[in-house]
Protein backbone atom coordinates (compact mmCIF):
# COMPACT_ATOMS: atom_id res chain seq x y z
CA UNK A 1 0.00 0.00 0.00
CA UNK A 2 2.60 2.15 1.10
CA UNK A 3 4.54 1.48 -2.39
CA UNK A 4 1.77 2.47 -4.48
CA UNK A 5 0.93 5.49 -2.63
CA UNK A 6 4.47 6.58 -3.18
CA UNK A 7 4.28 5.78 -6.95
CA UNK A 8 1.31 7.88 -7.28
CA UNK A 9 2.75 10.59 -5.35
CA UNK A 10 5.95 10.80 -7.48
CA UNK A 11 3.89 10.35 -10.99
CA UNK A 12 2.19 13.24 -9.66
CA UNK A 13 4.58 15.40 -8.81
CA UNK A 14 6.36 14.47 -12.22
CA UNK A 15 2.95 15.88 -13.69
CA UNK A 16 2.67 18.91 -11.76
CA UNK A 17 6.42 20.33 -12.95
CA UNK A 18 4.89 21.18 -15.80
CA UNK A 19 2.33 22.93 -14.95
CA UNK A 20 4.74 24.64 -12.67
CA UNK A 21 7.09 25.63 -15.63
CA UNK A 22 4.14 27.86 -16.83
CA UNK A 23 3.73 29.39 -13.47
CA UNK A 24 7.21 29.81 -13.54
CA UNK A 25 8.92 30.83 -16.77
CA UNK A 26 12.05 32.42 -15.03
CA UNK A 27 12.79 29.05 -13.58
CA UNK A 28 14.67 26.19 -15.35
CA UNK A 29 12.91 23.60 -18.02
CA UNK A 30 12.48 20.21 -16.06
CA UNK A 31 15.00 17.96 -17.57
CA UNK A 32 15.25 14.27 -16.96
CA UNK A 33 17.31 15.17 -13.94
CA UNK A 34 14.68 17.31 -12.78
CA UNK A 35 12.39 14.99 -12.80
CA UNK A 36 14.61 12.19 -11.24
CA UNK A 37 14.75 13.71 -8.26
CA UNK A 38 10.78 14.24 -8.58
CA UNK A 39 10.15 10.50 -8.93
CA UNK A 40 13.13 9.93 -5.95
CA UNK A 41 11.52 12.41 -3.83
CA UNK A 42 8.47 11.00 -4.44
CA UNK A 43 9.19 6.82 -3.80
CA UNK A 44 11.37 7.53 -0.45
CA UNK A 45 7.86 8.36 1.06
CA UNK A 46 7.81 4.32 0.77
CA UNK A 47 9.71 3.92 3.37
CA UNK A 48 7.87 6.13 5.68
CA UNK A 49 6.97 3.63 8.27
CA UNK A 50 9.91 1.54 7.83
CA UNK A 51 12.37 3.98 8.58
CA UNK A 52 10.76 7.80 8.36
CA UNK A 53 14.32 9.39 9.08
CA UNK A 54 15.50 8.00 5.77
CA UNK A 55 12.07 8.49 4.00
CA UNK A 56 12.84 12.64 5.67
CA UNK A 57 16.47 12.53 4.62
CA UNK A 58 15.65 11.16 0.58
CA UNK A 59 13.08 13.55 0.49
CA UNK A 60 14.34 16.66 1.48
CA UNK A 61 17.86 15.90 0.03
CA UNK A 62 16.31 15.63 -3.16
CA UNK A 63 14.41 18.87 -2.72
CA UNK A 64 17.05 20.75 -1.65
CA UNK A 65 19.49 19.56 -4.90
CA UNK A 66 15.99 20.16 -7.29
CA UNK A 67 15.62 23.74 -5.71
CA UNK A 68 19.57 24.43 -5.73
CA UNK A 69 19.35 23.47 -10.01
CA UNK A 70 16.68 26.13 -10.00
CA UNK A 71 13.71 23.87 -11.42
CA UNK A 72 10.30 25.12 -11.52
CA UNK A 73 9.77 24.58 -7.20
CA UNK A 74 6.79 24.25 -5.74
CA UNK A 75 5.86 20.36 -6.79
CA UNK A 76 8.96 19.28 -4.90
CA UNK A 77 7.98 21.27 -2.15
CA UNK A 78 4.86 18.66 -1.18
CA UNK A 79 7.58 16.02 -1.06
CA UNK A 80 9.45 18.08 1.37
CA UNK A 81 6.60 18.69 3.03
CA UNK A 82 5.51 14.28 3.18
CA UNK A 83 8.94 13.83 4.23
CA UNK A 84 8.78 16.29 7.19
CA UNK A 85 5.25 14.61 8.04
CA UNK A 86 6.33 11.06 7.75
CA UNK A 87 9.56 12.06 10.28
CA UNK A 88 7.57 14.17 12.84
CA UNK A 89 4.74 11.02 13.04
CA UNK A 90 7.19 8.24 12.91
CA UNK A 91 9.81 9.48 15.50
CA UNK A 92 7.88 10.38 18.75
CA UNK A 93 11.14 12.24 19.84
CA UNK A 94 11.75 15.91 19.38
CA UNK A 95 15.06 15.45 20.51
CA UNK A 96 15.51 13.48 17.08
CA UNK A 97 13.23 15.13 14.58
CA UNK A 98 13.63 19.19 15.50
CA UNK A 99 17.18 18.87 14.60
CA UNK A 100 17.14 17.12 11.11
CA UNK A 101 13.73 18.98 10.35
CA UNK A 102 15.87 22.37 11.05
CA UNK A 103 18.21 21.41 9.08
CA UNK A 104 16.00 20.41 6.52
CA UNK A 105 14.12 23.11 6.09
CA UNK A 106 17.55 25.87 6.27
CA UNK A 107 18.20 23.71 3.45
CA UNK A 108 15.12 23.99 1.49
CA UNK A 109 15.22 27.85 2.06
CA UNK A 110 18.99 28.14 1.34
CA UNK A 111 18.38 26.11 -2.00
CA UNK A 112 15.38 28.88 -3.37
CA UNK A 113 18.02 31.81 -2.49
CA UNK A 114 19.14 34.91 -4.67
CA UNK A 115 20.56 34.21 -7.88
CA UNK A 116 17.84 34.73 -10.97
CA UNK A 117 15.68 36.92 -8.50
CA UNK A 118 14.73 34.81 -5.60
CA UNK A 119 13.97 36.21 -2.60
CA UNK A 120 14.88 34.75 0.63
CA UNK A 121 13.43 36.00 3.48
CA UNK A 122 10.02 35.52 2.11
CA UNK A 123 11.06 31.46 1.04
CA UNK A 124 12.79 30.57 4.63
CA UNK A 125 9.35 32.52 6.25
CA UNK A 126 7.28 29.98 4.02
CA UNK A 127 9.32 26.92 4.96
CA UNK A 128 8.69 27.95 8.62
CA UNK A 129 5.08 28.02 8.41
CA UNK A 130 4.87 24.54 6.32
CA UNK A 131 7.27 23.00 8.78
CA UNK A 132 4.95 24.52 11.61
CA UNK A 133 2.07 22.64 9.66
CA UNK A 134 3.48 19.68 8.74
CA UNK A 135 4.45 19.64 12.83
CA UNK A 136 0.48 20.28 14.00
CA UNK A 137 -0.60 18.30 11.74
CA UNK A 138 1.63 15.06 12.56
CA UNK A 139 1.56 15.85 16.26
CA UNK A 140 -2.55 15.35 15.92
CA UNK A 141 -2.89 12.52 14.26
CA UNK A 142 -0.75 10.86 16.95
CA UNK A 143 -2.86 12.13 19.30
CA UNK A 144 -5.86 10.40 17.42
CA UNK A 145 -3.59 7.53 16.57
CA UNK A 146 -3.00 6.73 20.77
CA UNK A 147 -6.62 7.64 21.75
CA UNK A 148 -7.65 5.45 19.39
CA UNK A 149 -5.78 2.66 20.49
CA UNK A 150 -6.73 3.54 24.59
CA UNK A 151 -9.99 3.44 23.57
CA UNK A 152 -9.77 -0.18 21.37
CA UNK A 153 -7.50 -1.95 24.41
CA UNK A 154 -10.16 -0.42 26.80
CA UNK A 155 -13.24 -1.87 24.83
CA UNK A 156 -10.85 -4.70 24.82
CA UNK A 157 -10.42 -5.43 28.34
CA UNK A 158 -14.51 -4.41 29.33
CA UNK A 159 -15.32 -6.94 27.14
CA UNK A 160 -13.06 -9.54 28.51
CA UNK A 161 -13.72 -8.80 32.05
CA UNK A 162 -18.10 -8.93 31.53
CA UNK A 163 -16.98 -12.36 29.82
CA UNK A 164 -15.19 -13.61 32.95
CA UNK A 165 -17.89 -12.01 34.95
CA UNK A 166 -20.69 -14.31 32.76
CA UNK A 167 -18.56 -17.35 33.13
CA UNK A 168 -17.32 -17.33 37.12
CA UNK A 169 -21.74 -16.93 37.52
CA UNK A 170 -22.25 -19.58 35.36
CA UNK A 171 -19.72 -21.58 36.44
CA UNK A 172 -19.82 -20.67 40.37
CA UNK A 173 -23.71 -21.01 40.70
CA UNK A 174 -24.13 -24.90 38.45
CA UNK A 175 -20.77 -25.96 40.35
CA UNK A 176 -21.98 -24.96 43.58
CA UNK A 177 -25.38 -26.76 42.80
CA UNK A 178 -24.30 -29.79 41.42
CA UNK A 179 -21.81 -30.20 44.50
CA UNK A 180 -24.60 -29.63 47.07
CA UNK A 181 -26.99 -32.68 44.53
CA UNK A 182 -23.61 -34.55 44.98
CA UNK A 183 -24.28 -34.42 48.08
CA UNK A 184 -27.56 -34.97 48.69
CA UNK A 185 -27.44 -38.35 46.33
CA UNK A 186 -24.31 -40.26 48.27
CA UNK A 187 -26.25 -39.62 51.21
CA UNK A 188 -29.58 -41.17 50.05
CA UNK A 189 -27.79 -43.99 47.66
CA UNK A 190 -28.25 -46.61 50.02
CA UNK A 191 -31.25 -46.27 51.40
CA UNK A 192 -33.59 -43.99 48.74
CA UNK A 193 -32.35 -45.01 45.80
CA UNK A 194 -35.14 -43.46 43.73
CA UNK A 195 -34.20 -40.04 45.45
CA UNK A 196 -30.51 -40.54 44.58
CA UNK A 197 -31.28 -41.01 41.15
CA UNK A 198 -33.06 -37.64 40.63
CA UNK A 199 -30.40 -36.06 42.34
CA UNK A 200 -28.14 -37.18 39.64
CA UNK A 201 -30.64 -36.55 36.96
CA UNK A 202 -30.61 -32.99 38.56
CA UNK A 203 -26.78 -32.87 37.99
CA UNK A 204 -26.73 -34.04 34.79
CA UNK A 205 -29.46 -31.35 33.45
CA UNK A 206 -27.28 -28.80 35.83
CA UNK A 207 -24.09 -29.94 34.27
CA UNK A 208 -25.61 -29.70 30.46
CA UNK A 209 -26.93 -26.09 31.33
CA UNK A 210 -23.63 -25.00 32.36
CA UNK A 211 -21.81 -26.19 28.95
CA UNK A 212 -24.49 -24.54 26.93
CA UNK A 213 -23.99 -21.14 28.90
CA UNK A 214 -20.05 -21.57 28.61
CA UNK A 215 -20.34 -22.27 24.84
CA UNK A 216 -22.65 -19.01 24.27
CA UNK A 217 -20.65 -16.84 26.23
CA UNK A 218 -16.91 -17.99 24.66
CA UNK A 219 -18.61 -18.32 20.81
CA UNK A 220 -19.02 -14.43 21.54
CA UNK A 221 -15.64 -13.86 22.14
CA UNK A 222 -14.10 -16.06 19.00
CA UNK A 223 -17.35 -14.49 16.98
CA UNK A 224 -17.55 -17.90 15.42
CA UNK A 225 -21.47 -18.41 16.01
CA UNK A 226 -23.83 -18.72 13.92
CA UNK A 227 -26.64 -18.49 16.06
CA UNK A 228 -28.81 -15.77 17.83
CA UNK A 229 -27.34 -14.47 20.88
CA UNK A 230 -28.97 -16.19 24.10
CA UNK A 231 -31.00 -14.10 26.01
CA UNK A 232 -29.69 -12.55 29.05
CA UNK A 233 -31.17 -13.91 32.41
CA UNK A 234 -33.36 -11.15 34.15
CA UNK A 235 -36.28 -10.99 37.01
CA UNK A 236 -38.47 -13.49 34.67
CA UNK A 237 -35.78 -16.25 35.78
CA UNK A 238 -35.88 -16.05 39.41
CA UNK A 239 -38.18 -18.78 40.07
CA UNK A 240 -36.64 -21.02 38.27
CA UNK A 241 -33.27 -20.42 40.06
CA UNK A 242 -34.68 -20.55 43.03
CA UNK A 243 -36.62 -23.79 41.98
CA UNK A 244 -32.97 -25.44 40.70
CA UNK A 245 -31.92 -24.41 44.66
CA UNK A 246 -34.49 -25.87 46.44
CA UNK A 247 -33.71 -28.89 44.67
CA UNK A 248 -30.26 -29.09 46.04
CA UNK A 249 -31.41 -28.83 49.54
CA UNK A 250 -30.65 -25.33 50.35
CA UNK A 251 -34.62 -23.71 51.78
CA UNK A 252 -35.31 -20.73 49.87
CA UNK A 253 -37.76 -17.98 50.31
CA UNK A 254 -38.75 -15.85 47.40
CA UNK A 255 -40.54 -13.40 47.18
CA UNK A 256 -41.37 -10.23 44.66
CA UNK A 257 -42.73 -7.38 44.88
CA UNK A 258 -42.35 -4.52 41.51
CA UNK A 259 -45.64 -3.26 42.39
CA UNK A 260 -46.63 -2.76 38.59
CA UNK A 261 -43.05 -0.85 37.48
CA UNK A 262 -41.33 -1.76 34.45
CA UNK A 263 -37.78 -3.05 35.06
CA UNK A 264 -35.14 -1.98 32.18
CA UNK A 265 -33.58 -5.23 30.81
CA UNK A 266 -30.15 -4.16 32.08
CA UNK A 267 -31.40 -3.48 35.70
CA UNK A 268 -33.17 -6.85 35.33
CA UNK A 269 -30.16 -8.97 34.42
CA UNK A 270 -27.81 -7.33 37.29
CA UNK A 271 -30.77 -8.26 39.36
CA UNK A 272 -30.80 -11.82 38.37
CA UNK A 273 -26.75 -12.03 38.68
CA UNK A 274 -26.98 -10.28 42.12
CA UNK A 275 -29.71 -12.81 43.80
CA UNK A 276 -27.64 -15.91 41.66
CA UNK A 277 -23.70 -14.95 43.09
CA UNK A 278 -25.74 -14.11 46.78
CA UNK A 279 -27.57 -17.80 46.86
CA UNK A 280 -24.05 -19.42 45.43
CA UNK A 281 -22.68 -18.24 48.31
CA UNK A 282 -25.15 -18.82 50.62
CA UNK A 283 -24.92 -22.89 49.59
CA UNK A 284 -20.95 -22.64 49.23
CA UNK A 285 -20.20 -21.44 52.82
CA UNK A 286 -23.63 -20.99 55.47
CA UNK A 287 -23.44 -24.95 55.87
CA UNK A 288 -25.43 -27.63 56.57
CA UNK A 289 -29.16 -26.97 57.26
CA UNK A 290 -28.92 -23.17 56.22
CA UNK A 291 -31.52 -21.37 54.70
CA UNK A 292 -32.31 -18.08 52.73
CA UNK A 293 -34.41 -15.17 52.19
CA UNK A 294 -34.82 -13.32 48.75
CA UNK A 295 -36.93 -10.07 48.70
CA UNK A 296 -37.18 -7.90 45.82
CA UNK A 297 -39.04 -4.51 45.37
CA UNK A 298 -39.05 -1.31 44.68
CA UNK A 299 -38.86 1.53 46.85
CA UNK A 300 -38.60 5.71 45.05
CA UNK A 301 -37.51 4.89 41.99
CA UNK A 302 -34.90 2.02 42.85
CA UNK A 303 -34.58 -1.51 42.66
CA UNK A 304 -34.02 -2.74 45.66
CA UNK A 305 -33.00 -6.62 46.26
CA UNK A 306 -32.13 -8.47 49.46
CA UNK A 307 -30.61 -12.12 50.08
CA UNK A 308 -29.85 -12.87 53.58
CA UNK A 309 -29.19 -16.44 55.17
CA UNK A 310 -28.89 -17.97 58.74
CA UNK A 311 -26.27 -20.04 57.99
CA UNK A 312 -22.48 -20.29 59.86
CA UNK A 313 -20.65 -18.68 56.66
CA UNK A 314 -20.09 -14.84 58.93
CA UNK A 315 -18.36 -17.42 61.36
CA UNK A 316 -15.74 -18.14 59.27
CA UNK A 317 -12.28 -15.59 59.04
CA UNK A 318 -13.99 -12.50 56.82
CA UNK A 319 -11.36 -12.36 54.24
CA UNK A 320 -10.88 -10.26 50.72
CA UNK A 321 -13.92 -10.58 48.75
CA UNK A 322 -13.69 -12.89 45.90
CA UNK A 323 -14.40 -12.86 42.50
CA UNK A 324 -17.93 -13.20 42.83
CA UNK A 325 -18.07 -10.32 45.38
CA UNK A 326 -15.97 -8.36 42.96
CA UNK A 327 -18.34 -9.37 39.95
CA UNK A 328 -21.37 -8.61 41.41
CA UNK A 329 -19.60 -4.81 42.62
CA UNK A 330 -18.73 -4.54 39.42
CA UNK A 331 -21.77 -5.15 37.67
CA UNK A 332 -23.69 -2.81 40.43
CA UNK A 333 -21.11 0.15 39.34
CA UNK A 334 -21.88 -0.22 36.23
CA UNK A 335 -25.79 0.22 36.39
CA UNK A 336 -25.26 3.32 38.93
CA UNK A 337 -26.49 1.15 41.78
CA UNK A 338 -25.09 0.70 45.13
CA UNK A 339 -24.20 -2.65 47.16
CA UNK A 340 -23.37 -4.04 50.46
CA UNK A 341 -22.32 -7.43 52.05
CA UNK A 342 -21.15 -8.96 54.86
CA UNK A 343 -22.37 -10.51 58.02
CA UNK A 344 -25.94 -9.89 59.73
CA UNK A 345 -25.88 -8.84 63.29
CA UNK A 346 -28.20 -11.57 63.80
CA UNK A 347 -25.93 -14.05 62.44
CA UNK A 348 -25.62 -15.25 58.79
CA UNK A 349 -24.70 -13.17 55.91
CA UNK A 350 -26.55 -10.37 53.77
CA UNK A 351 -26.35 -8.87 50.57
CA UNK A 352 -28.40 -5.60 50.04
CA UNK A 353 -28.39 -3.82 46.51
CA UNK A 354 -30.26 -1.13 45.02
CA UNK A 355 -30.18 -0.25 41.22
CA UNK A 356 -31.76 2.61 39.18
CA UNK A 357 -35.21 1.76 37.56
CA UNK A 358 -34.03 4.93 35.41
CA UNK A 359 -30.98 3.11 33.75
CA UNK A 360 -30.91 2.91 29.65
CA UNK A 361 -32.09 -0.24 28.75
Not at 116 to 131: D, F, K, L, R, Y
Not at 169 to 193: C, E
Not at 216 to 239: I, K, M, N, Y
Not at 293 to 317: F, K, N, Q, Y
Request: charged residues 20%.
Amino acid sequence: MDVATAVIFATFMALMSQVARVTQPEARPVTALGLALLVVCGLALALRRINPLLAFTLTVGTAVAYLGLRFAGWPIYLGAFAGLLALVSGVTEARVWVPFASIGGLGVAVATGPPEGWQPAPMITIAAVWAAVAVLTARATQVRRRLAEEEAVGKVAEERLRIARELHDVLSHSLATISLQAGVGLHLLSDRPEQAREALHAIRQLSTDALAQARAALTVVRGTSEDPPRAAPDLAGLDALVTSVREAGLGVDLATDLDGHAVPDVISATAYRIVQEALTNVMRHAGPGASARVHVGTVDGWLEIDVADDGIGAAEPIRAPGHGLRGLAERVAAVGGEVRAGPAPSGGFTVHARLPLGAKR
